[in-house]
Structures are given as C-alpha cells and as structure tokens.
C-alpha cells in the first residue's frame, strides 16, 4: 500500500510533509525521534520546521497510524508499525529493537475483558544489553 492511500485509511488528509514523515517511518525501523526525523528530512523539505514533525505525529497517534514509544523517559521515540508487538531497548547503546509477541492475549487480559474492561492499548518494554554491545565486550 502507498503512503497516500496508508494514510487516507487512518482518515488522515495527506500532504507532502505528512506523506514524507509516514514514509520515514514505515521505512526507518529505528523508531526515531523528532529530531532524527526532522534531521533525516529537512534538507528534501526546506519549509519543514520541528513542531511541524511534532504535530504531525501528534495526529498521527491520535489516528492510530503510529505508536508514541515512552521505553525511554528521556525521549519519546514513534514506531510506525501499529501491529501487536513488544520492543527491547540496550542499555548501552540506546538501540531500540521490535520484539515479536507470541500472542496478544495474556491471562491478565482476559481476566480485564471478562470484568467488562476495553483495553486499548499495551505496552511490552524490554530493557538489558543487546548482543553487539555485549559481543563489544568480549573483546
């Protein structure tokens, strides 16, 4: 699916500056933050200014199209894959990496949803050392 059409499913109006930011991410799975996102841009996108970038993953949150990651209380960082998964971030190099999940439904969930809860969203974060930096060590 093209951005355009991604993001007219989401009911988000697509611009240039809307259709580049989703691209970056759908195709960057660093889950970059506001500045390396606007770093990454503003030399293709002169008139683009970071509360533009800011406000543009604003909507895209509050639409569904993208997740706002808070793994690291420093910076808020976005993914742009909205399907069930958990991430893993090092402790020494700061790298965030998706995680697979082996099933979206946990008994903790179920016992939510049968006291009549709607769960909308959840949040797995791993923090540790991932095997570059402790390979890095070895040596």
Known sequence: MKVYEYLLSYQIKPSVQRIAIMDYL????????IDEIYM???????????????????LFVEHGAARMLTIDERNACFDGDTSAH?????????????????SEETEETR????KGYRIEEIHYYYKGVCPD???ANDN
Do not use: E, M
């Open 26 to 33: 759908l195709k960057h799975h660093t889950h970059p933050s």
């Open 133 to 135: 930096c402790l390979h």
């Open 40 to 58: 990454a841009l503003c030399q293709d996108i002169p008139t683009l200014s970071k509360t533009t970038v800011y406000n543009t993953l604003k």
């Open 86 to 102: 958990a991430h893993f971030q090092c402790k020494v190099c700061g790298k965030i990496t998706d995680v697979p999940l082996v």
């Open 111 to 114: 016992r939510l949803k049968q």
